[in-house]
T-cell receptor, first 112, second 112 residues
Framework: GQQLNQSPQSMFIQEGEDVSMNCTSS?????WLWYKQDPGEGPVLLIA?????ELTSNGRLTAQFGITRKDSFLNISASIPSDVGIYFC????????????FGKGTTLSVSS | DARVTQTPRHKVTEMGQEVTMRCQPI?????VFWYRQTMMQGLELLAY????????DSGMPKDRFSAEMPDATLATLKIQPSEPRDSAVYFC??????????FGPGTRLLVL
């Protein structure tokens, strides 16, 4: 079946540092989504990407839809303590009857 | 501020008891998903509905789990009988046919 490989699995950084994480797949996706999950809460949508090559920002977050449609990355600039959480990528193939495929998540820890 | 709501937020029960979880999707969303999240398995898709019709429930243990949408504003997930291995966080998400899904806060289930 389709799988998303999300890396790194975890990151420990200092406040103020930039962060980069990515997702790759052997399958082509038509939509890439990035979510953040805080402890005790549900995943919250950060950025949605719908076109190959698309680069979208949301505040300090920037995500790109890979040109091959098989990968996506998320960058966080100037990290702050509230960036702590689990970040998930998700891809959709646009085939009828399919749902999102989720990565395993990247756990981000930020020390001040 | 449209949100997916889930009840209960927490549930502790004994093995063998029936558990019912409820979800109210965002008004206007025609697709509803049920996920289970555990430390070991991450986010697993259990079932999803489009226009209230079940599209895929292959991720759900059929002998004890059932999912329904009695109407467009209510989705239910039932476990009968519950087992300790069912302990997890259960998320409902809603969206349109393709694209972003919006998650509820989850139901934290503990089966003793």
């Amino acid at each position: 079946g389709q799988q998303l490989n999300q890396s790194p699995q975890s990151m420990f950084i200092q406040e103020g540092e930039d962060v980069s994480m990515n997702c790759t797949s052997s399958s082509i996706f038509n939509t890439w989504l990035w979510y953040k999950q805080d402890p005790g809460e549900g995943p919250v949508l950060l950025i949605a990407l719908y076109k190959a090559g698309e680069l979208t920002s949301n505040g300090r977050l920037t995500a790109q839809f890979g040109i091959t449609r098989k990968d996506s990355f998320l960058n966080i600039s100037a990290s702050i303590p509230s960036d702590v959480g689990i970040y998930f990528c998700a891809g959709e193939t646009n085939q009828a009857g399919t749902a999102l495929i989720f990565g395993k998540g990247t756990t981000l820890s930020v020390s001040s | 501020d449209a949100r997916v709501t889930q009840t209960p937020r927490h549930k502790v029960t004994e093995m063998g008891q029936e558990v019912t979880m409820r979800c109210q999707p965002i008004l206007g969303h025609n697709t509803v998903f049920w996920y289970r999240q555990t430390m070991m398995q991450g986010l697993e898709l259990l079932a999803y509905f489009r226009n209230r019709a079940p599209l895929d429930d292959s991720g759900m243990p059929k002998d004890r789990f059932s999912a329904e949408m009695p109407d467009a504003t209510l989705a239910t997930l039932k476990i009968q009988p519950s087992e300790p291995r069912d302990s997890a966080v259960y998320f409902c998400a809603s969206g349109l046919a393709l694209g972003a899904q919006y998650f509820g806060p989850g139901t934290r289930l503990l089966v003793l």
